[in-house]
Nanobody
Framework: QVQLVESGGGLVQAGGSLRLSCAAA????????MGWFRQAPGKTREFVAA????????DLAESVKGRFTVSRDNAESTVYLQMNSLKPGDTAVYYC?????????????????WGQGTQVTVSS
């Protein structure tokens, strides 16, 4: 069982930056692909970013390419989402996720574990 705890959300003005962190416990972090998803009010949860267990491959949603980056520190069992040039449309609850298979995150079949989410609000 893997527990995921996100932090770093908050209120920021458009054009600003935030870095989300997700700390993992209870499993072998380096065995898991990690991802970030978000859910805006009234919308379904959507994929944002993913990174393989070793960090050699990353994928980003088209809507955030060039603005967001995903990284991980396996020694610290933490995955990060650096968000730059934020827009009001990025306002959502952001969720960290873990999966044994990378395709479970990027392919839509669903991660194995979820965090509780952290709110990101971007004001115009």
């Amino acid at each position: 069982q893997v527990q995921l705890v996100e932090s770093g959300g908050g209120l920021v003005q458009a054009g600003g930056s935030l870095r989300l962190s997700c700390a993992a416990a209870g499993g072998h972090f380096s065995n898991y692909a990690m991802g970030w998803f978000r859910q805006a009010p009234g919308k379904t949860r959507e994929f944002v970013a993913a990174i393989t267990s070793g960090g050699s491959r990353m994928d980003l949603a088209e809507s955030v390419k060039g603005r967001f980056t995903v990284s991980r520190d396996n020694a610290e069992s933490t995955v990060y989402l650096q968000m730059n040039s934020l827009k009001p449309g990025d306002t959502a609850v952001y969720y960290c996720a873990a999966a044994y298979w990378y395709t479970a995150i990027v392919g839509g079949s669903g991660p194995d574990y979820w965090g509780q989410g952290t709110q990101v609000t971007v004001s115009s």
